[in-house]
């Protein structure tokens, strides 16, 4: 079973950053297009980024594209987010895992990490 530990939530003012970790027990790591998903409160996950097996190709949501980065390291099985000029709408909890062609998570969901912006 694949475990995933996600790590650096917080709670910050709008405006400012936070970078969020995810280690993937999965081998090989390298393998697998790597993604962050979220989920505000009362509302569905949402797929938020992604990044290709090499890091050669990224992918974000509009409402996240020009503040958050994805990147990884497959040498540590780590996947991380940036995340600048947060909003209070960022606020939800945040996932990792690894994405599938319909865009969902292709393993059971860690506990994932809180983040909270306050206005």
């Known amino acids: 079973q694949v475990q995933l530990v996600e790590s650096g939530g917080g709670l910050v003012q709008a405006g400012g950053s936070l970078r969020l970790s995810c280690t993937a027990s999965i081998r090989p790591f390298s393998r697998y297009r790597m993604g962050w998903f979220r989920q505000a409160p009362g509302k569905e996950r949402e797929y938020v980024a992604s990044i290709s097996w090499s890091g050669g190709s990224t992918y974000y949501i509009d409402s996240v594209k020009g503040r958050f980065t994805i990147s990884r390291d497959n040498v540590k099985n780590t996947v991380s987010l940036q995340m600048n000029s947060l909003k209070p709408e960022d606020t939800g909890v945040y996932y990792c895992?690894?994405?599938?062609?319909?865009?969902?998570?292709?393993?059971?969901w860690g506990q994932g990490t809180q983040v909270t912006i306050s206005s």
């Open positions: 895992n690894g994405v599938g062609e319909s865009k969902i998570g292709l393993w059971n």
